[in-house]
């Protein structure tokens, strides 16, 4: 008989509660569905049962940041007992659909909820910029949420006009990433390839600068919200490495095939695997090496499951000091973007039964989009920003064989004058 020491309730937006996850004596995460529960939380549990016996802790702990500082920082901001998902998912505004609770009541309505002031809000972020691993305010602010992921940020909810700190039961509308002191254009580099992302057709969230007393920030519409007759609604999301029912610890040990393998299992028709493919043949072509498990995510509702809009997209080679072999790539003989070659974009579709003209051709277009449209955004960068990018840009897809959308090779310069003016070498220099 298993001893059940521990529990932590789910309920789903609309307040039906949904299930309990249990914790046993020896430290086991499960998960147990209401008998009327209509919809599966995650791919990796399914109704039906029979799911591996991480997913259940996998799923929760990929909703809680990666870094154990941040967990810390969370900790004592919250109140909570421990660094433990359940205690620190507790009452807090989460990524996706659900809310969480240690006991059996869903969490009060917010009362009395809490307006964030300019003040408040610049010493946020400078809080951030100073110490990006301390996501919370030091000052005794009420906010609840959680955000998984490396990178310092904060959510926020937009209600009448007004600032306010999210928790349980007022779910958050933007996330906002203060730039760290220790990475320089971070801000201006993630928008323009977010920005680039929409130029190329790929469906992305409204994002901008949050300006506030001199500090400037990265600011993001949440895609897994919604208003609706006045109301926040929190939407179904999960990052593939909670479909997949693998914890964050290996997000960057999912491959492509992993990934499509888990595509063809959602839908056999294979549509969700082809407009996965162009994301990630963005993310190759904008020099985003970081672009792991869980930068991709799905989105169910009762019409389905579907991929939600591009996110954290950034050209990571824009410095040098990051890795720069691709997160995912796309097979052992390709470690860099820029040896990626058509016919190993061919070869990926046939191991995954796919139409090669179709994939070899999404990711030639996407190449030659996204140096075409790269060009337009010299106007809203700073010139030493415009040209590193241009050359990451260039040196990704250096051996893809862009292809314009009429199907003509599109003729891209490997080097422009300020490359040479300034030292780079050409990316045909490092190979």
Same mark, same amino acid.
């Given at each position: 008989?298993?001893?059940?020491?521990?529990?932590?309730?789910?309920?789903?937006?609309?307040?039906?509660?949904?299930?309990?996850?249990?914790?046993?004596?020896?430290?086991?995460?499960?998960?147990?569905?209401?008998?009327?529960?209509?919809?599966?939380?995650?791919?990796?549990?399914?109704?039906?049962?029979?799911?591996?016996?991480?997913?259940?802790?996998?799923?929760?702990?990929?909703?809680?940041?990666? +870094?154990?500082?941040?967990?810390?920082?969370?900790?004592?901001?919250?109140?909570?007992?421990?660094?433990?998902?359940?205690?620190?998912?507790?009452?807090?505004?989460?990524?996706?659909?659900?809310?969480?609770?240690?006991?059996?009541?869903?969490?009060?309505?917010?009362?009395?909820?809490?307006?964030?002031?300019?003040?408040?809000?610049?010493?946020?972020?400078?809080?951030?910029? /100073?110490?990006?691993?301390?996501?919370?305010?030091?000052?005794?602010?009420?906010?609840?949420?959680?955000?998984?992921?490396?990178?310092?940020?904060?959510?926020?909810?937009?209600?009448?006009?007004?600032?306010?700190?999210?928790?349980?039961?007022?779910?958050?509308?933007?996330?906002?990433?203060?730039?760290?002191?220790?990475?320089?254009?971070?801000?201006?580099?993630?928008?323009?390839?977010?920005?680039?992302?929409?130029?190329?057709?790929?469906?992305?969230?409204?994002?901008?600068?949050?300006?506030?007393?001199?500090?400037?920030?990265?600011?993001? +519409?949440?895609?897994?919200?919604?208003?609706?007759?006045?109301?926040?609604?929190?939407?179904?999301?999960?990052?593939?490495?909670?479909?997949?029912?693998?914890?964050? /610890?290996?997000?960057?040990?999912?491959?492509?095939?992993?990934?499509?393998?888990?595509?063809?299992?959602?839908?056999?028709?294979?549509?969700?695997?082809?407009?996965?493919?162009?994301?990630?043949?963005?993310?190759?072509?904008?020099?985003?090496?970081?672009?792991?498990?869980?930068?991709?995510?799905?989105?169910?509702?009762?019409?389905?499951?579907?991929?939600?809009?591009?996110?954290?997209?950034?050209?990571?080679?824009?410095?040098?000091?990051?890795?720069?072999?691709?997160?995912?790539?796309?097979?052992?003989?390709?470690?860099?973007?820029?040896?990626?070659?058509?016919?190993?974009?061919?070869?990926?579709? /046939?191991?995954?039964?796919?139409?090669?003209?179709?994939?070899?051709?999404?990711?030639?277009?996407?190449?030659?989009?996204?140096?075409?449209?790269? +060009?337009?955004?010299?106007?809203?960068?700073?010139?030493?920003?415009?040209?590193?990018?241009?050359?990451?840009?260039?040196?990704?897809?250096?051996?893809?064989?862009?292809?314009?959308?009429?199907?003509?090779?599109?003729?891209?310069?490997?080097?422009?004058?300020?490359?040479?003016?300034?030292?780079?070498?050409?990316?045909?220099?490092?190979?």
């Amino acid at each position: 008989m298993v001893v059940v020491s521990d529990v932590l309730h789910a309920w789903m937006d609309d307040s039906r509660h949904v299930g309990v996850f249990t914790r046993d004596g020896d430290g086991h995460i499960g998960f147990e569905y209401d008998v009327d529960a209509m919809m599966p939380i995650s791919v990796s549990l399914p109704l039906t049962g029979g799911w591996a016996r991480r997913a259940p802790e996998a799923f929760v702990d990929n909703l809680l940041p990666d +870094e154990e500082a941040a967990r810390q920082a969370m900790m004592h901001r919250l109140g909570a007992a421990s660094t433990d998902a359940f205690d620190l998912l507790d009452r807090v505004d989460s990524t996706g659909g659900l809310i969480f609770s240690r006991r059996e009541e869903l969490p009060s309505a917010s009362e009395g909820i809490e307006p964030v002031g300019e003040n408040m809000l610049a010493d946020q972020m400078a809080l951030v910029e /100073r110490r990006p691993h301390s996501w919370w305010n030091e000052e005794g602010a009420r906010a609840r949420f959680s955000l998984a992921g490396a990178q310092g940020k904060f959510s926020l909810t937009r209600l009448r006009g007004q600032w306010y700190w999210p928790d349980a039961m007022l779910p958050s509308t933007h996330i906002v990433k203060p730039q760290p002191r220790s990475l320089g254009d971070l801000r201006d580099v993630e928008l323009a390839v977010m920005r680039l992302a929409g130029l190329v057709g790929l469906p992305v969230p409204q994002s901008g600068v949050l300006s506030v007393r001199g500090h400037d920030a990265y600011m993001v +519409e949440r895609f897994d919200r919604s208003v609706r007759d006045g109301r926040i609604v929190r939407l179904r999301q999960e990052d593939l490495l909670q479909a997949m029912g693998l914890p964050g /610890r290996m997000k960057y040990d999912v491959g492509v095939d992993d990934v499509l393998d888990l595509l063809h299992r959602v839908d056999a028709s294979d549509e969700l695997s082809y407009m996965w493919l162009e994301r990630y043949a963005f993310n190759i072509s904008t020099a985003n090496s970081d672009a792991h498990a869980k930068n991709y995510s799905l989105m169910t509702d009762p019409d389905g499951t579907r991929l939600s809009p591009v996110y954290d997209a950034v050209a990571t080679r824009f410095w040098p000091e990051f890795v720069q072999e691709y997160a995912m790539p796309m097979d052992e003989d390709a470690p860099f973007a820029e040896w990626v070659t058509p016919a190993q974009w061919a070869a990926l579709a /046939r191991r995954h039964h796919l139409d090669e003209d179709r994939v070899t051709s999404t990711a030639r277009i996407m190449a030659a989009r996204v140096l075409e449209y790269a +060009e337009s955004l010299s106007g809203s960068l700073a010139p030493h920003v415009f040209d590193r990018l241009m050359w990451c840009l260039r040196k990704a897809n250096e051996s893809i064989e862009p292809l314009s959308d009429n199907g003509v090779p599109f003729n891209q310069t490997l080097m422009t004058q300020d490359d040479r003016s300034s030292g780079m070498r050409s990316p045909s220099a490092s190979r």
